[in-house]
């Protein structure tokens, strides 16, 4: 079973730092994108930071210059290094890659999600 495992969140004051790792697993014949989404309560769920297959990056404006997106092919996993964390930071984390995989009808991208890992910002 194909599935994304997501770890490393948690309860950090202000100005910390956190990692976020995202391990892909099960019956994967390639990753193309992947990256990380968040939802603050309330809110929408909001792109923070892609990384695609040959390593370009794309963030959100609101995290520039604090987190860093970065991937390890050969271990399937994709990471979110947060620095200088603030209280607006706060929400579940979620990973989303699309992943090449064997289906019944054929070998097909499809887009998967982590089950989501709680971030919280508060001194």
């Known amino acids: 079973q194909v599935q994304l495992v997501e770890s490393g969140g948690g309860l950090v004051q202000p100005g910390g730092s956190l990692r976020l790792s995202c391990a892909a697993s099960?019956?994967?014949?390639?990753?193309?994108?992947m990256g990380w989404y968040r939802q603050a309560p309330g809110k929408e769920r909001e792109l923070v930071a892609t990384i695609a297959s040959g390593g370009s990056t794309n963030y959100a404006d609101s995290v520039k210059g604090r987190f860093t997106i970065s991937r390890d092919n050969a271990k399937n996993t994709v990471y979110l290094q947060m620095n200088s964390l603030k209280p607006e930071d706060t929400a579940v984390y979620y990973c989303?890659?699309?992943?090449?995989?064997?289906?019944?009808?054929?070998?097909?991208?499809?887009?998967?999600w982590g089950q989501g890992t709680q971030v919280t910002v508060s001194s």
């Open positions: 989303n890659a699309q992943l090449l995989v064997q289906t019944l009808v054929g070998v097909s991208t499809r887009n998967y």
């Open positions: 099960g019956s994967i014949f390639s990753i193309n994108g």
